[in-house]
């Protein structure tokens, strides 16, 4: 399973990367999100229990998630149940238009047979859906935050 989300997002790069590192915010500005737990804390390496909601189904995950502050990249290894093993990336590119803000979720299906079927609820109904939510409300937030500073 390969998907790819992306949005334009009008703030600064910076402010962006570290919305986006920063899980503890996540439950306080994307609605969808019901709470994240640490399990383990440090400044570029956690392990966390996500939870969030897709058309009011609750799901659960555990997750490492990596920060590359010098390739200003987010990294994540879910870690547990139907989506071990998916490797998650948040990429913020500079373009004219905006920051274009991406994240690619890769992974292998453990049992090959069930994989088309897995690729439509796992990749396309939840996470595809959940992935887009997520980055529509961090460009809401990032960017009435940076309006706020230059206002």
Not at 14 to 43: D, G, Q, V
Not at 71 to 95: N, R
Not at 110 to 137: E, M, S
């Amino acid at each position: 399973m390969h998907k790819t989300n992306s949005i334009l997002m009008h703030a600064p790069k910076m402010l962006i990367f570290e919305t986006a590192a920063n899980l503890e915010l996540w439950p306080k500005i994307l609605p969808h999100y019901r709470y994240i737990h640490y399990l383990e804390r440090s400044p570029n390496r956690n392990v966390v229990v996500m939870a969030a909601t897709r058309s009011g189904i609750p799901i659960s995950w555990t997750s490492e998630q990596i920060i590359d502050h010098d390739k200003l990249e987010i990294h994540f290894h879910h870690l547990k149940a139907w989506t071990k093993g998916m490797h998650v990336v948040w990429t913020f590119q500079e373009t004219p238009a905006g920051v274009r803000v991406e994240i690619v979720h890769d992974l292998q299906f453990r049992v090959n047979l069930f994989a088309p079927i897995a690729d439509k609820i796992i990749g396309d109904f939840f996470i595809h859906n959940i992935a887009n939510k997520t980055l529509r409300c961090m460009k809401a937030y990032v960017e009435a935050r940076a309006n706020r500073v230059t206002a």
